[in-house]
Structures are given as structure tokens and as C-alpha cells.
């Protein structure tokens, strides 16, 4: 079946320096792709949509020059969060579906960001 | 948007007995209705789903109902077991548009 890899699986940064996580769809190419934020016993937010070759887009409320996106290959999606800052502390997680209208979403494994 | 909510938050049963977890949906061109499993620190896991021309759908212990008139649809779990704990989130979405309106998760415990 579609399995969708995500890395780091955890990430411990300083204040103030950036994270890029990487999200690769390993058996199928995906045009679009979505991240994820999930505060702790909370659900799942959806932050942007990730297009290959064009520019994202970002869910309201959602600061696009913080969370930079780039899908520069149907089997690569990344995210970088800038400036780090403790209140970026959450569970993200990306998400792809194989092609066909039909097929359903897969996760990544999720990334567990800590900000000190 | 779509908006989604989700009942009970907490939900405990005595092993062997059935669990059902409740959502309503607010957009009625909404037709795609899945249902994703999450133990602690995992990614969600597609457990079932349904699709708006369909009002059932089981597989094995697991079934969902869906009542698209009165726009809510529902996941059965019948003799659950221990490995059934987990926090369940039902979703829902627009065929052809993968973006996916989240429930706000059920935290079930099954008791042994």
C-alpha cells in the first residue's frame, strides 16, 4: 500500500533557529500534499496545501513566511518552520493520497517539535 | 467551511462490549467520510471509510452509519478489545478535494 515517509521523526531546536521537515511519498507521486499541526489532546489542523511546482496554500490564521513550503517533486514535500519559538512546540504531520479520486489519505509518521 | 464535531470526547467500555463514536457535519457537498485510529505519539490510521452514495458500511468488528439528510454519521465497534484503545477521529471532505475537516477525537478506553 502507499506509505508516506516523514523525517526527523523528533526535533529539539534553540529558540530563534529554523527546522525544515522533510515528507516523501515512497511508492506513488503526489501532486499535492498537506501538513498537519497537532497541539497535545487536540486534533489535527490543517495548515497548508502543498503543490507540486506552484506555491502553497496556507489555511487562515496560518503564517506563510513562517511555515515555508516547498514541493519541488511529486514525491517530495518540505517544511521549514523560521524562527523557532516554544509556542511552535506540536505534533506535525503530512499527509498524501496516490492518485484516483478514490484512494485514501496517508499519514507520515509525524514530527515531534520541541522548542527550549 | 466545513466544520465537524464530535461526540462523547471520553468514552470507556468494559471489554466485549460495543463502542459508538457520533460526528455531524456542516457541509452538505461534503461525500467523503473517514475514520482514522491514533495511539499515543502515531500517525492516524485509516480504519474505515464511506462515501455519500453508501448509508453502511462494515468491516468485520468496525462499521459506520452515515444519515446524509440529517448530515451525521457514526463509527460502531462491536466486542472491542484492550488493543481497541486509542483516540478515534472522524473526518470529512469533498470527493476530488483531499482536504480533509477533522472531528475534534474521541479518546475510547476499553476496560478489561
Known amino acids: 500500500g502507499a506509505v508516506v515517509s516523514q523525517h526527523p521523526s523528533w526535533v529539539i531546536c534553540k529558540s530563534g533557529t529554523s527546522v525544515k521537515i522533510e515528507c516523501r511519498s515512497l511508492d506513488f507521486q503526489a501532486t499535492t500534499m498537506f501538513w498537519y499541526r497537532q497541539f497535545p489532546k487536540q486534533s489535527l489542523m490543517l495548515m497548508a496545501t502543498s503543490n507540486e511546482g506552484s506555491k502553497a496554500t496556507y489555511e487562515q490564521g496560518v503564517e506563510k513566511d513562517k511555515f515555508l513550503i516547498n514541493h519541488a517533486s511529486l514525491t517530495l514535500s518540505t517544511l521549514t518552520v523560521t524562527s523557532a519559538h516554544p509556542e511552535d512546540s506540536s505534533f506535525y504531520i503530512c499527509?498524501?493520497?496516490?492518485?484516483?479520486?478514490?484512494?485514501?489519505?496517508?499519514f507520515g509518521n509525524g514530527t515531534r517539535l520541541t522548542v527550549t | 467551511g466545513e466544520n465537524v464535531e464530535q461526540h462523547p470526547s471520553t468514552l470507556s467500555v468494559q471489554e466485549g462490549d460495543s463502542a459508538v463514536i457520533k460526528c455531524t457535519y456542516s457541509d452538505s457537498a461534503s461525500n467523503y467520510f473517514p475514520w482514522y485510529k491514533q495511539e499515543l505519539g502515531k500517525r492516524p490510521q485509516l480504519i474505515i471509510d464511506?462515501?455519500?452514495?453508501?448509508g453502511e458500511k462494515k468491516d468485520q468488528r468496525i462499521a459506520v452509519t452515515l444519515n446524509k439528510t440529517a448530515k451525521h454519521f457514526s463509527l460502531h465497534i462491536t466486542e472491542t478489545q484492550p488493543e481497541d484503545s486509542a483516540v478515534y477521529f472522524c473526518a470529512a471532505s469533498i470527493s476530488g478535494n483531499e482536504k480533509l475537516t477533522f472531528g475534534t477525537g474521541t479518546r475510547l478506553t476499553i476496560i478489561p
Open positions: 464511506i462515501r455519500s452514495n453508501v
Open positions: 499527509s498524501a493520497r496516490d492518485a484516483g479520486e478514490r484512494s485514501p489519505l496517508h
